[in-house]
């Protein structure tokens, strides 16, 4: 019968603690720190939903939105610039020190803001199972704005 060594395990074991590190720290949540850069996605903590930056069939504009991440169409559920896509892949999504979501590109022109009047300088903004983008007060929890009360044409079983 073989054995294993020591020795030869260490390889393997230094290549699952890295897949694990990456793995564990994936996030669904954006911060002023932690925000979303053009090609990078955020998935919901179930993987049901995905948020990132997208482009229409044919088209070379790019938009930030929601959709299903488990579905064999791409189906977007929400589109935060919808009226206003961006030019090319420069695309940032972040929380700003105002405790606002703002879609800029690389020029940190804003092309979307969620324009919460009461929101504070201490939120998140986190993508949820049920497809809707919550931004809340880090530190109580509370809502002070979500995609489900501005709603695309897509239809999401859970949205209230």
């Given at each position: 019968m073989d054995t294993i060594s020591g020795n030869s395990l260490t390889p393997l074991l230094l290549l699952l603690s890295c897949l694990c590190f990456q793995v564990c720290n994936a996030t669904d949540t954006i911060t002023s720190a932690h925000f979303i850069k053009d090609p990078e996605i955020m998935v919901s903590n179930g993987a049901l939903f995905k948020m990132g930056f997208f482009s229409r069939a044919n088209s070379t504009k790019r938009y930030f939105g929601i959709w299903y991440n488990a579905s064999s169409l791409f189906t977007v559920t929400w589109i935060a610039n919808r009226e206003n896509p961006l030019n090319d892949s420069s695309g940032i999504v972040m929380?700003?020190?105002?405790?606002?979501?703002?879609?800029?590109?690389?020029?940190?022109?804003?092309?979307?803001?969620?324009?919460?009047?009461?929101?504070?300088?201490?939120?998140?903004?986190?993508?949820?199972?049920?497809?809707?983008?919550v931004l809340q007060d880090k530190n109580s929890g509370k809502i002070t704005w979500q995609s489900f009360q501005h709603p695309s044409h897509t239809f999401c079983r859970r949205w209230n």
């Open positions: 929380v700003s020190e105002d405790g606002n979501i703002l879609v800029l590109n690389g020029q940190k022109e804003i092309f979307w803001p969620s324009n919460v009047s009461n929101a504070t300088p201490n939120s998140t903004a986190q993508i949820l199972d049920s497809g809707n983008l």
